[in-house]
């Protein structure tokens, strides 16, 4: 089992509020990322970090921005929170590539936002 | 185009059935395989990795052809706890960035 922790795990806010949304692990992995999945869609890359101070915009753009000052602690961040970015928000860490096993990842149990 | 397709099913099976689901990836560079497992509205978890020589895990069954690029899990002996989606993974290591199907979705019934 991994240690990944994402806070909250649901919330409502109002259009326009700033919101972060915590992501943490405790198992020393390099990388992260921050995924967003719809209901019943698949995933979408948003951000990854291969290390404290990385950080890389994913394959879909969005508006959020990351930033990474510890290993442990990978949060998203929402300036201005519009009901386009309802949505599940989903934190991943990896597992290196060592000792002949393939690098896995592992997601945290994310958080279901809902922007009204 | 995609960098992985799922056929997103359902699929609708009986108790005990043996199931099969394919997925291709469009990248030859692709270097690790992998099949996730999502139920309704929770996280994705690792079912199991994916090694060029194929692997099983209890009624599980993975496997990778390079050649024609696809990867395929079965599922012997179903179970009504295996009704989950299935998502095929992978990851272009030099980028470090893991491509995700659209999942395929499995009903076992009664």
Known sequence: EADIYQTPRYLVIGTGKKITLECSQTMGHDKMYWYQQDPGMELHLIHYSYGVNSTEKGDLSSESTVSRIRTEHFPLTLESARPSHTSQYLCASTQGADRGYQETQYFGPGTRLLVL | ?110
């Open chain 2, 1 to 110: 185009r995609k960098e992985v397709e799922q056929d997103p099913g359902p699929f609708n099976v009986p108790e005990g059935a043996t199931v099969a689901f394919n997925c291709t990836y469009s990248n030859s560079a692709s270097q690790s395989f992998f099949w996730y497992r999502q139920d309704c509205r929770k996280e994705p978890k690792l079912l199991m990795s994916v090694y060029s020589s194929g692997n099983e895990d209890g009624r599980f069954t993975a496997q990778l052809n390079r050649a024609s690029q696809y990867i395929s899990l079965l599922i012997r002996d179903s179970k009504l706890s295996d009704s989950a989606t299935y998502l095929c993974v992978v990851n272009i290591g030099n980028f470090n960035k893991f491509y995700f199907g659209s999942g395929t979705k499995l009903n076992v019934k009664p």
